[in-house]
């Protein structure tokens, strides 16, 4: 075993405790959370060690760093999640090798999804990312668009072709009436889901958590959380 993949090996169990400890606390099974690890800014080899440590679901945020790693590791069974903002430009290129989006937060890029989804013969699962830093109508910093914006965006989901609505995403915000108050922000995109759900039952995916607050995420009834440095390390700086 190389030093890195015992690195890797005791930051997983680690996070691995964490989860299953969160869940025991909220009274949830442990099979009702998948962990996804960030990977960003980390080598291919990275994604080779994780996925023999048991990984099976990865994420990426930026396009230029995903791609050539996704058909670095090709041969691989991962799950492959985008979940930066993505510009039309670079859709094509995602769908290449993303199985889930993420971040999808306005109609201009819900057609350009679904456009070269059918081209590329891909059928991808789709979550709505929730800015809850967003005035009504806008967009919040950090990309996601304000919850009463969801349903207009889930009706044009539900009607493009090669495109599967799976539920919703959001990030902690950093400012707002949610700023630090992670738990009070992914209570809130559960009341989202629940009202999703309503409607549109097979749309029960809710990513939210990272490493810092994954916990408040599981408590919370999320069934994805993103987790990178808890994982991976600190992140190099990007040059």
């Known amino acids: 075993m190389t030093d890195r993949t015992a690195e890797l090996a ?58 050539p790693k996704a058909a670095a590791c090709a041969d691989l069974d991962l799950t492959w999640h985008f979940v930066g903002q993505l510009q039309t430009n670079k859709v094509r290129s995602v769908v290449g090798y993303a199985d889930v989006v993420q971040s999808v937060d306005r109609l201009k890029l819900v ?3 679904s456009a070269a989804a059918e081209r590329a013969g891909r059928e ?49 915000p950093l400012v707002g009436e949610y700023a630090g108050r992670q738990r009070a922000a992914f ?4 009341d989202l889901s629940t009202a999703l759900r309503a409607t549109r039952p097979a749309a029960n995916m809710v990513s939210a958590g990272m490493s810092a607050d994954l916990e408040d995420a599981v408590a919370a009834g999320a069934t994805h959380v993103r987790v990178g440095t808890a994982v991976l390390g600190v992140r190099p700086k990007l040059g």
């Open 111 to 113: 057609s350009s999804l």
């Open 10 to 67: 005791e930051n997983l169990a680690r996070v691995e405790e964490r989860i299953a400890a969160a869940c025991a606390a909220a009274g949830r099974p442990r099979e009702e959370v998948t962990l996804i690890v960030v990977t960003k800014t980390y080598p291919a080899s990275d994604v080779r060690i994780l996925h023999g440590l048991g990984v099976r679901n990865v994420a990426e945020n930026r396009d230029q760093d995903a791609a």
């Open 124 to 172: 991808l699962d789709c979550l709505i990312q929730v800015a809850l830093d967003a005035e009504a109508g806008g967009r919040g910093d950090r990309g996601g668009v304000s919850p009463d914006g969801v349903e207009e965006l889930a009706a044009v989901l539900d009607e493009a072709p090669g495109l599967r609505l799976g539920g919703l995403m959001t990030v902690a």
């Open 187 to 190: 209570d809130r995109l559960m």
